[in-house]
């Protein structure tokens, strides 16, 4: 993806959807809310690549009980219409899951499909327990049944870049989330 100019990188932000300081109240309540329901038992934040990872570094910062950090990059393939999904990791983790509370730390849940796959390997390590955290959430989007444990936003079926999320690789530096216009 290429820009004529920086205008034409900019002008694609349409407008402010969500702004730095709610991004930043809601990531300091869902760290309390984390913080209160583990006992000490370890936690992994699982955060899946790219999308999720300013998220991720904010809200560890939020978190105060012993918790410890993976990665992972997922592809999934999908024929036509079937929502049944074969997923490709190519990143794992390295961790021995059974010694471990997993929170999956999202960006974004659209129709769900890749996180639902992934969701269904990790819990086949079974982990101690494991929850979903998403910063958005387009459950008009939705074609699978997937328990989502918290969501900070809700947002329509509208495409959203910043904070992490991208268009083409680009905008996820922007300290907010903005909706893109192509
Ligand atoms: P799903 O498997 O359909 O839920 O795909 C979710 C993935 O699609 C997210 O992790 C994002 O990478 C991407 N995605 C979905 N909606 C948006 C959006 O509005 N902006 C940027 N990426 C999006
Ligand atoms: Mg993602």
């Given at each position: 993806m290429e820009?004529?100019?920086?205008?034409?990188?900019?002008?694609?932000i349409k407008r402010i959807v969500i702004s730095e300081n709610e991004i930043k109240s809601a990531v300091k309540e869902a760290g309390k809310i984390i913080n209160s329901l583990y006992d000490g038992t370890p936690i992994l934040l699982v955060s899946i690549l790219k999308g999720s990872f300013v998220f991720l570094a904010d809200?560890?910062?939020?978190?105060?009980?012993?918790?410890?950090?993976?990665?992972?990059?997922?592809e999934s393939y999908y024929d036509g219409t079937l929502s049944s999904g074969n997923v490709k990791i190519t990143m794992d983790l390295t961790q021995d899951l059974s010694k471990y509370n997993i929170i999956i730390v999202e960006d974004i849940i659209d129709t769900g499909r890749t996180l639902n796959?992934?969701?269904n390997l990790l819990k086949a390590r079974n982990p101690i327990s494991l929850r979903i955290i998403t910063l958005l959430d387009k459950p008009s989007r939705r074609t699978v049944d997937l328990k989502v444990d918290l969501s900070l936003?809700?947002?329509?079926?509208?495409?959203?870049?910043g904070y992490g999320l991208d268009f083409g690789e680009y905008y996820r530096n922007l300290p907010y989330i903005a909706e893109f216009s192509e």
């Open positions: 820009f004529k100019n920086v205008n034409a990188f900019r002008e694609k809200l560890c910062r939020e978190i105060n009980i012993p918790c410890e950090i993976g990665f992972m990059a997922a796959d992934v969701v936003f809700t947002i329509p079926d509208i495409f959203v870049v």
